[in-house]
């Protein structure tokens, strides 16, 4: 997160918090410095962005895939040097399960995170002769974090005339909890199976929701 503040996660002496900025180069530098040897890489930074197309500012676009995108790309590239060298290490990239099935009002947010996807398969493969490994986790609708209230700020205050309907619709249905969700807890068992088990899939859903889409 760019601003840790104390009493968010239990303390521990097993843990430490450090500032990033995933679009700031001197900012991923200083942090990749101060962690020491890394063994995972877990790319979860993210901002969503719920609109018509016509209603987005292109301001609002860039910084959806500055963070998602390059910020994704940024972060691997600052590990890889030494992943490489101790011939051992995880990426994990955090996208989305809106890139297995396409929902409306979210062509920015799942064209940045099926960019991740295409992203780390590829690159899956120029990194398996060091022995690093690449793996995607695809949650599915998580309304129990910050993500809605996130992705406000990118979505400005008016609503387009010409999609209001349709887009209260749509709100109305991203805030239906009646069917399955996912849950941070399920983020997290998923994130950990991709870092500890090399037999895991390339891509692993995380989620009731999003499992039920992988299988379908
Ligand atoms: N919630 C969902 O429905 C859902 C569904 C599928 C996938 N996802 C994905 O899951 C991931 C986590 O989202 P969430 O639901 O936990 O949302 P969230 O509560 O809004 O958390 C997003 C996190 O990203 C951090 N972040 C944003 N911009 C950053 C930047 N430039 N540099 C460093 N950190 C940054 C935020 O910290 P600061 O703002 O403090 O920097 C925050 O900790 C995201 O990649 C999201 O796209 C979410």
């Known amino acids: 997160m760019r601003t840790p503040h104390d009493g968010l996660l239990p303390s521990s002496d097993r843990l430490r918090l450090l500032p990033l900025d995933v679009t700031d180069a001197e900012s991923i530098r200083r942090c990749v410095e101060a962690a020491g040897p890394i063994d995972a890489l877990v790319n979860n930074a993210g901002v969503g962005l719920l609109a018509p197309l016509e209603g987005i500012a292109m301001a609002s676009a860039r910084e959806v895939f500055e963070t998602n995108t390059l910020g994704t790309i940024a972060m691997t590239q600052a590990v890889l040097p030494q992943f490489r060298q101790q011939r051992a290490g995880v990426v994990v990239n955090v996208t989305s399960s809106v890139t297995l099935m396409p929902l409306p009002l979210l062509a920015v947010y799942t064209g940045s995170k099926a960019a991740v996807n295409a992203f780390t398969e590829s690159l899956a493969l120029e990194l398996a002769p060091f022995d690093v490994r690449m793996r995607l986790v695809l949650p599915g609708r998580a309304p129990g974090t ?5 992705a406000r700020r990118l979505m400005g205050e008016g609503v387009h005339e010409a999609y209001a309907d349709f887009q209260q619709r749509v709100f109305a249905g991203v805030r239906d ?37 992988a299988a379908a």
């Open 146 to 150: 910050r993500f809605g209230d996130n």
């Open 177 to 213: 909890t009646s069917t399955p969700v996912t849950h941070a807890q399920d983020v997290a068992e998923a994130v950990w199976r991709a870092v500890t088990d090399p037999a895991a899939p390339m891509r692993i859903p995380a989620g009731a929701d999003a499992a039920a889409l």
